[in-house]
């Protein structure tokens, strides 16, 4: 049965025919050709299903909300809703089109020459180049500014070392943009595959976000010449400017795979007989879905209006960090009640929840954890930095 | 060359559907719709041999507002423009006032091919495509799976019962109502939906065809629709897998049905 999505407030009226029409046109893609393959993928540690992306690419996945460059140049209302449906499919899948388009791409195309623009963005949005992120180091994740990794000028090269850990598609990227601790501050360097002195293990042994590639990124005097540095980017604004995009994201993927969830916890609670009687007859499961039902709705109120927002360019980034935390924590306490609502079935690979449950663990953590999102909007609230 | 593809929305499949408080219809105020599954394969069909070549691919359909979003839908797929046509006195006509109607626009538009869906999901009927051929007078073939281009010439595969397949020859212009399955239907991309804002959609009265309302009043009229009762007799077999096949194939054998 095809998966029935939760718009209990009519949200969908609020929605413009494009904003609907991409949503529905990404929902069946991810039905029709993501949902059959993921197991296989969850199953092998740390694989995606790569032979899509030539699809994803002609479905525009990739910057959709950028203009020129082959991208679709949607608003931020359509953007979110397609990071909704294809995390409706697996938070993987979302990762994929959010590091190759918000964190990539998107800092090329603010931050980049005219030749990185016109060398990566088309390239990127056919699918046919593949970017990756490296900001966290095996030290420093949620405090990147005390980042290792530096970058020595020689000339017109600049010489790179250091360390990058849990990095999204790094051993398939074709470019990794990799942050870098200068003289004067922290720069941007799009440094190539093949890169003198650059490895990319795997990482193995995920218990989360499985259907998606990590990596280490190791850099031994790797030169990177002076024309692949970001000449915009000079401080930590830069790789901040980078996760605003991409936490923006995530904020409406968490509400796919909430959606996710609790399609599949309804429709087990309708079906499966204890006591004589449906499950979905019963006190206890009613309000379990009533509460998902709940909060879904102000997730997804917080989404819609957030992306309006954006779209008239008066987003504050402590908004997104409240709408990334939000509906993060309940998109996952949704994946851990729709797994008890299935009980023993909700331990199978065959049901969604517990995969959901698992890849929203990372999610938590990822793109400014949980907590230091709450010190973000402290700090808005107070003027106090409780950080540190 | 002008390709006319004719499109109906029609609930969508996923649709809980409930039958209206008259019995006349179901209730269709708060449901999904999406376009007509034969009719995407005909409007693939359609781009494809716009790809191949030169042609403009040309969305007919016939209901209220809401088939608006079907038609969007067609132009971000690729199609070049449509046309809308309602009026109050379509919403009760039966198949031959909706042939009417397009063959209408059809006769406007004179297009060398026009492609519909071979039956629509929601009335099952298959009577449009047909009629639409008479009124327009083009030789029409139905139930294609395959279709070729022959210098001017029209090469279509047909389903026949059995698996077996049939292939006719007729000159353009034509009319094809596709079966399921003939192509690989495309997704609307996002860029095309971004474009397809930009393509034209007009939509046209009754008045604006040059018809009146009496032209499409319904020969057939619905008069009712619904479930049939349950049926009685049916027979619950219990027991282990291996059990429960012994008993159903004892039974069959008992029916004189194997
Ligand atoms: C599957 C996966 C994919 C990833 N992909 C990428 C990628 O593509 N690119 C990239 O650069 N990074 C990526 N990351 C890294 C991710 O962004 C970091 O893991 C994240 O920023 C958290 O850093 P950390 O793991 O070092 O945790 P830490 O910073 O060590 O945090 C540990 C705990 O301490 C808490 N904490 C930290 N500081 C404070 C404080 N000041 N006050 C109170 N509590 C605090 C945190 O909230 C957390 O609970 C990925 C991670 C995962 C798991």
Known sequence: MAFESLDFYRIDDEL????RMARDSVREFVDKEFLPRVVEHVRQDGSFPLELVPKMAELGLFGAN???YGCAGMNNVAYGLIMQELERGDSGLRSFASVQGALCMYPIWSFGSDAQKQRWLPAMAKGEA????GLTEPDFGSNPAGMRTRAERRGDTWILNGTKR??????IADVALVWARTEDGFGGFLVEKGAPGLEAPDMKGKFSLRASITSELYLQDTPVPEANRLPGVEDMRGPLACLTQARYGIAWGAIGAAMACFDEARRYAMDRIVFDRPLASLQIPQQKLAWMATEITKAQLLALRLGRIKDEGKLHHAMVSMAKMNNVDIGLQIARTARDMLGANGILDDYASMRHMLN????????GTHDIHSLILGQELTGFSAFS | MKILVCVKQVPHKDARLEISSDETWIQ???????INAYDTYA???ALRIKDAGEAEVVILSIGPDRAIQALRTALGMGADRAILVWDDALAGTDSLGIAKALAAVAKAEQPDLILTGLMADDTNYSLTPPMLAELTQLPHVTAVVKETQQNGDIVAERELEGGALEVVKLPRPCLLSIQTGMNDVRYASLKGIMQAKKKPLETKSLADLGLQASDVAPKVTLEKIFLPPRGKG??????SIDEIATQVVTKIKELGLL
């Open chain 1, 166 to 171: 849990w990095i999204t598609n790094g051993s």
């Open chain 1, 360 to 367: 929203l663990e990372t999610v938590r953590t990822y793109e």
């Open chain 1, 16 to 19: 413009s025919d494009e904003e």
């Open chain 1, 130 to 133: 593949i970017g990756c992120f």
């Open chain 1, 66 to 68: 950028l203009t020129g």
């Open chain 2, 28 to 34: 269709d105020e708060s449901i999904k719709f999406e």
């Open chain 2, 43 to 45: 409007l693939e069909e």
């Open chain 2, 234 to 239: 049916a027979e619950i077999v219990e027991g």
